[in-house]
Nanobody, 121 residues
Framework: QVQLVESGGGLVQPGGSLRLSCAASGSIFRIGAMGWYRQAPGKQREFLAR???????NLADSVKGRFTISGDNAKNTVYLQMNSLKPEDTAVYYCNAQGSSGLGVPFSDYWGQGTQVTVSS
């Protein structure tokens, strides 16, 4: 099994910044991609950003220009730098990884437990 642990959430004022981290551990053979989603109360989980092992990234239109995703393959860690935060960014942020636990084992989706981000004055 692969475990994902997020950190870096918290309370921030509008216009502020936060950096989320997500570290993968456990029976990791290969991680193909890691990314971030969020879910606000009463809303569906929303895709935010994804980074593929080779370094390619893609971002949701709603966060382009404000959020940046980066990763450290050696540490199996992904980061989400969030700038110019708005109250509507308030949500639980979830880390996702697509990985395999062994040679020949199909890739599976793994999720972290989520970290709360609250943007409020």
């Amino acid at each position: 099994q692969v475990q994902l642990v997020e950190s870096g959430g918290g309370l921030v004022q509008p216009g502020g910044s936060l950096r989320l981290s997500c570290a993968a551990s456990g029976s990791i053979f290969r991680i193909g991609a890691m990314g971030w989603y969020r879910q606000a109360p009463g809303k569906q989980r929303e895709f935010l950003a994804r980074i593929i092992r080779g370094g390619s990234t893609n971002l949701a239109d709603s966060v382009k220009g404000r959020f940046t995703i980066s990763g450290d393959n050696a540490k199996n860690t992904v980061y989400l730098q969030m700038n110019s935060l708005k109250p509507e960014d308030t949500a639980v942020y979830y880390c996702n990884a697509q990985g395999s636990s062994g040679l020949g084992v199909p890739f599976s989706d793994y999720w972290g437990q989520g970290t709360q981000v609250t943007v409020s004055s």
